[in-house]
């Protein structure tokens, strides 16, 4: 069953997000290999690196110390001012995570060849300060200065922006593509929840034609398959919140339809 929303789904973010990346991104592949074909091919590839602070970890942690003279400055009070270890504490540590986040390659066929990288961006890479960030803006410089094109799809309202020479519209989602001829200027769309995602480029090489994207074809296979329309809790508040105007539309594309015999669920 399709999803309500003319374009991207407010509420994946908050509740599927991981799912969705690792599905979409194949649901791409699966789109470009027909296209492609024969002389270029479309490979999944995985960036794995160590997260300190995981995605959905608390930012602020109250110090092991802070915790340790709460606990005996407790206890001496029941015990007429002398403190004493009697038994050990629970408590917890900060643990790194193994992040992994798949990306696409065009390459060609017969050199494998990196002709365009495909990055579908994840809360992890938009965190400030975080490891996931460091690592996809040390990537993508690369990519940058080198001759392969990339296209970059952001499809997450939280977060950190990609750094840009010139600020970007004010809007929800965008797509970003950067043709390794045309640098450092970069064909953008700006979205919004109220948008139907995109037909976007994606470049070849030399003199060989651009290959369509249809991103909201992507989008509606993969929240078909994935079962969204009913394991999506729409009843949520969507995460990250929406501003009045945006939530009250969100609220009215939710309503059920008195003319719809029998209405989506």
């Given amino acids: 069953m399709p999803s309500r929303f003319p374009g991207m789904d407010p509420f994946i973010e908050g509740q599927f997000w991981r799912d969705f990346h690792g599905r979409m991104a194949n649901a791409i592949s699966d789109a470009l290999v027909p296209r492609l074909r024969p002389r270029y091919l479309a490979r999944l590839d995985e960036r794995v690196y160590v997260e300190t602070e995981p995605e959905g970890l608390p930012r602020t942690i109250r110090p092991d110390v802070t915790i340790l003279e709460d606990h005996f400055a407790a206890r001496a009070r029941e ?5 004493t270890l009697v038994e050990p504490i629970i408590v917890p540590l900060v643990m790194p995570e193994e992040i992994h986040e798949a990306y696409l ?6 050199t494998h060849e990196v002709i365009a990288v495909i990055e579908l961006l994840s809360p992890t890479n938009k965190g400030p300060n975080s490891d996931g960030r460091r690592e996809y803006l040390a990537k993508r410089e690369a990519v940058i200065r080198s ?7 952001d499809l997450l309202r939280g977060g950190q922006r990609m750094p840009m020479a010139a600020p970007l519209p004010a809007m929800h989602f965008y797509a970003l593509v950067s043709r390794a001829r045309r640098r450092p200027g970069a064909q953008v769309w700006p979205l919004t929840i109220r948008h139907r995602l995109p037909t976007i480029p994606i470049p070849l090489a030399g003199k060989d034609p651009d290959v369509p ?3 909201q074809s992507v989008f509606d296979t993969v929240y078909d398959r994935a079962g ?8 949520r508040e969507v995460e990250p ?25």
């Fill in 213 to 215: 994207l249809d991103l």
């Fill in 105 to 110: 390659e065009v390459q060609d066929a017969a």
């Fill in 147 to 153: 001759a392969t094109h990339l296209v970059e799809l």
């Fill in 241 to 265: 919140p929406l501003d009045p105007e945006d939530a009250e539309w969100v609220r009215q594309v939710l309503a059920p339809n008195p003319s719809c015999e029998p209405c989506p669920s």
């Fill in 228 to 235: 969204y329309d009913y394991s999506l809790d729409y009843t």
């Fill in 79 to 83: 015990e007429g001012g002398v403190a």
